[in-house]
Nanobody
Framework: QVQLLESCAGLVKPGQTPSRTCTVA??????????CGWIRQPPGKDGEWMGV???????YYSPSLKSRLSIFRDLPKNQFTQQLNSVATADTAVYYC??????????????????WGQGTQVIVSS
């Protein structure tokens, strides 16, 4: 059974640069989970696609986040990590990691992914 296990939720202060890691359990990022990325959903709003990293290390980011976002993968650990610079209160959201064997730019629908993490709440507040 394949699972995506996200790092713990938390409270973050404005201006900080938190990292979030997603561990793939039960499958290899080199065997079918070719695209791993992040989607977030702010309170009361629709889901927002953030970006993905491919099995080769190529990255694709939302234009609105590109200047602040990094996503990278650690194949030996079967993990991929998101780092969002200089967070603000507008970055408060539930963050989901997701994985798929195909790349669909901008996809926020859970049904379009092969696997979906449990979601973790990140609150940005001073």
């Amino acid at each position: 059974q394949v699972q995506l296990l996200e790092s713990c939720a938390g409270l973050v202060k404005p201006g900080q640069t938190p990292s979030r890691t997603c561990t793939v359990a039960g499958a290899s990022m080199l065997a079918g989970l070719y695209y791993c990325g992040w989607i977030r959903q702010p309170p009361g709003k629709d889901g927002e696609w953030m970006g993905v990293v491919s099995y080769s290390g190529s990255t694709y980011y939302s234009p609105s986040l590109k200047s602040r976002l990094s996503i990278f993968r650690d194949l030996p650990k079967n993990q991929f990590t998101q780092q969002l610079n200089s967070v603000a209160t507008a970055d408060t959201a539930v963050y989901y990691c997701a994985a798929s064997n195909r790349f669909i730019l901008g996809a926020t629908d859970k049904a379009l992914y092969d696997y979906w993490g449990q979601g973790t709440q990140v609150i940005v507040s001073s």
